[in-house]
């Protein structure tokens, strides 16, 4: 196992070569056991809010609780790339918001940002990378806007969903995001977005066709 640390750059270059293995970790233990098992990248998840602090979903998480998560996992030194989650409200107000709480977690020990939200949000993407920050992005179901969509519902089953899905994903490509989680989303259309983008794709409940797989570590 190479054991010299990942970095975006790695992970990019694992698109149709090798298989991105991604799991949550909100804590130094749980870093530093996923990341002993040879993990590529650690995700500290929003999902903390329900799988850690019994929220019923993730809208109660807030910048500080994300940042102590973050922080944690970064004084594991682990090997494999941290990816923070920007929690609900700490992007979608303004650009300048997004920017200085995308730093807040970079000075916290995160090594990139995790935006869920497609097209809508390029510009936002677009002015952290320009701060010098890595995003991922993150496409289909969006579990911060279920509240939008009726709950928890799978993703591109229609063509008009479909289409934005794939839309999405060229846009967040366009405006620098390195890589793309894709949620909930029917096999077909994550297969289809996997070959339509240069970044690497990583799947959550979404199908065996992208380029990894991302899992909540509880689940």
């Known amino acids: 196992m190479n054991m010299s640390k990942k970095t975006v750059r790695d992970v990019v270059k694992m698109k149709g070569s090798e298989k991105i293995a991604m799991i949550t970790a909100y804590d130094y233990i749980t870093a530093r056991l996923v990341d ?4 590529d990248i650690i995700l500290v998840g929003d999902s903390a809010g329900m ?3 019994g929220f019923e979903s993730t ?3 807030s910048m500080d609780m994300m940042l102590l998560h973050v922080s944690s996992v970064a004084r594991a030194k682990p090997r494999a790339l941290v990816v923070g989650d920007m929690p609900f409200l700490s992007y979608e107000t303004s650009i ?3 920017v200085w709480n ?3 977690m970079i000075k916290s020990g995160a090594e990139a940002v995790k935006i869920e939200g497609g097209s809508e949000y390029a510009d936002v993407v677009k002015a952290i990378v320009r701060a010098g920050i890595p995003v991922m992005g993150h496409i289909g179901l969006n579990p911060q806007r279920a509240l939008l969509i009726g709950g928890y519902r799978k993703r ?3 063509d008009v969903e479909r289409e934005r899905i794939i839309e999405d994903a060229r846009e967040l490509e366009k405006a620098g995001a390195f890589s793309i989680v894709i949620e909930y989303t029917a096999a077909d259309v994550a297969e289809e977005v996997t070959r339509e983008v ?4 990583i799947c959550i409940g979404s199908g065996p066709y992208c380029d990894g797989q ?5 689940d």
């Open 214 to 218: 991302v899992l909540v570590i509880h």
């Open 96 to 98: 300048e918001d997004a």
């Open 36 to 39: 002993g098992a040879g993990v």
């Open 102 to 104: 995308a730093g807040l």
């Open 51 to 53: 799988v850690v602090h």
């Open 198 to 201: 240069s970044i690497p794709t």
């Open 156 to 158: 591109g089953l229609s």
């Open 59 to 61: 809208h109660p998480v």
